[in-house]
């Protein structure tokens, strides 16, 4: 388990960009796959992209070629958010899984450590 602090939640316009950190600390803060999820009022939460062994990457369709997940230090993760949309508007998750997991993609759930949340609001 470890634990995980998100940071760089804001207000931008459309078109505008935004940067999203995680930081990861405690004990037992290694894991095999870290990830972004976001969910909006009123609506499940949602797989954003995630990064895995050997520094694979996953970015769901409808951000391909705008978000960018990297990881730039042990640990420490980012989500560099470019040309963003109203849609993108919601709270922002990071996770990691910690433990090795059955899942069919590597990049899918479950996920054994949350953060908090920063916040995104899209202005059009």
């Known amino acids: 388990q470890a634990q995980l602090v998100e940071s760089g939640g804001g207000l931008v316009q459309a078109g505008g960009s935004l940067r999203l950190s995680c930081a990861a600390s405690?004990?037992?803060?290694?894991?095999?796959?870290m990830g972004w999820f976001r969910q909006s009022p009123g609506k499940e939460r949602e797989f954003v992209a995630a990064?895995?062994?050997?520094?694979?990457t996953r970015v769901t369709e409808s951000v391909k070629g705008r978000f960018t997940i990297t990881s730039y230090a042990e640990n420490t993760l980012n989500l560099q958010m470019t040309n963003l949309r109203p849609e993108a508007t919601a709270v922002y998750y990071c996770?990691?899984?910690?433990?090795?997991?059955?899942?069919?993609?590597?990049?899918?759930?479950?996920?054994?450590?949350w953060g908090q949340g920063t916040q995104v609001t899209v202005s059009s």
């Open positions: 405690g004990r037992t803060a290694t894991a095999y796959v």
């Open positions: 990064i895995g062994r050997s520094a694979r």
């Open positions: 996770a990691a899984r910690t433990a090795i997991s059955s899942s069919t993609n590597w990049y899918d759930p479950p996920y054994d450590s």
